[in-house]
Each structure stands twice: as structure tokens, then as C-alpha cells.
């Protein structure tokens, strides 16, 4: 299986991952689930205040804002993605019991504030594990992105957003 991804998207995850160095960030892969391809990530606020380097949570509300916002713009829901911030882009056991089915989950590894790697993961049908899905960058093309498609914008941005993270 795998997922491809515009270089742009992968642009802003990776950017809003780095940013995010020491805490964990986290976003949401938008594009089409039939194609399982992802056009847009959309970075979100990490609200956790005890372990952020480790954890992440995003409010209920602040999810259901940004996926409608995307929804309301034609994008589907393909995924979400997080950082592990000195650790690799393997899934924990806390990952693949966040999950839901039929999504998948990005994660990036990032030493010394520097992207290591990025792999993508399914969870299986049993939830007993997650598969790993092949990355598949993509040239840019078609529609502009548009300003709203970086780390910094969105309806959960702000001056006092601080690093994002977030558990699904």
C-alpha cells in the first residue's frame, strides 16, 4: 500500500515538525481518500501542558473546526501526522491504539531539530499492529495551494500558538 503526497504538503509538515523542536507537533493529511493522495497538510495547536516533548492532544473542537474547514474547501480527511522528536518515525504502542481505522498516520522523525525520516502507517483491521505505507512524493501541480496552506496559518494559529502535537 502507499500514500503519495505533493512535495509542498511534505514541505510544510516538515517545516512545522522542525519548528516544533523539542515538542511533538501534529497536523491533519487533507486530499483524497480514494486516490490516497495528500495535497495539504494542515498543522494544528499541541494543547498539551505536561509532556508536549512526548504527547500531544488537540481539543475535540479545534479538530472538528479545522477538518470542516478543510471539508467545506474539498478536501478529505486522508490522515494526520505528528513528529517524534528524537526518536524514530516508528509508531508506538500509544500511536496504534490512537488510531483509527482506515487512516493513515505520518510520522517524522526529527534529530536535533534536523527531519530525519518520514514514514506513513494503516492500522490493521485486528488493531494488533499498523502497516507501513510507501511514501510517494509528488512534483507540485495543479490548484495553488494558497496562503492557508502553511504552518503558521489556520483557524488554530496565532502569536501564542507554540509547538503543536496531538494524540488520534
Not at 12 to 34: K, M, N
Not at 101 to 130: C, F, H, K
Amino acid at each position: 500500500m502507499e500514500i503519495s503526497i505533493r512535495a509542498a504538503a511534505l514541505d510544510v509538515l516538515h517545516h512545522h515538525a522542525s519548528a516544533g523542536f523539542p515538542y511533538e507537533v501534529v497536523g491533519i493529511l487533507a486530499g483524497s481518500r480514494h486516490d490516497r493522495s495528500v495535497t495539504l497538510a494542515h498543522p494544528l495547536i499541541n494543547e498539551r501542558a505536561d509532556s508536549a516533548a512526548t504527547r500531544y492532544v488537540v481539543s475535540g473542537l479545534s479538530l472538528a473546526r479545522a477538518e470542516a474547514s478543510l471539508e467545506a474547501n474539498g478536501l478529505e480527511i486522508v490522515g494526520y501526522y505528528h513528529s517524534h522528536p528524537d526518536h524514530p518515525s516508528q509508531y508506538s504502542a500509544f500511536d496504534r491504539d490512537h488510531a483509527l481505522p482506515n487512516m493513515s498516520y505520518m510520522i517524522v522523525s526529527v534529530r536535533n531539530g534536523a527531519i530525519a525520516t518520514t514514514q506513513s502507517w494503516r492500522l490493521l483491521e485486528d488493531r494488533s499492529a499498523m502497516d507501513e505505507e510507501r511514501v510517494v512524493v509528488l512534483a507540485d501541480s495543479g490548484p495553488d495551494l494558497g496562503p492557508d496552506s502553511g504552518p503558521d496559518s489556520g483557524p488554530d494559529s496565532g502569536p501564542d500558538s507554540g509547538p503543536d502535537s496531538g494524540p488520534f
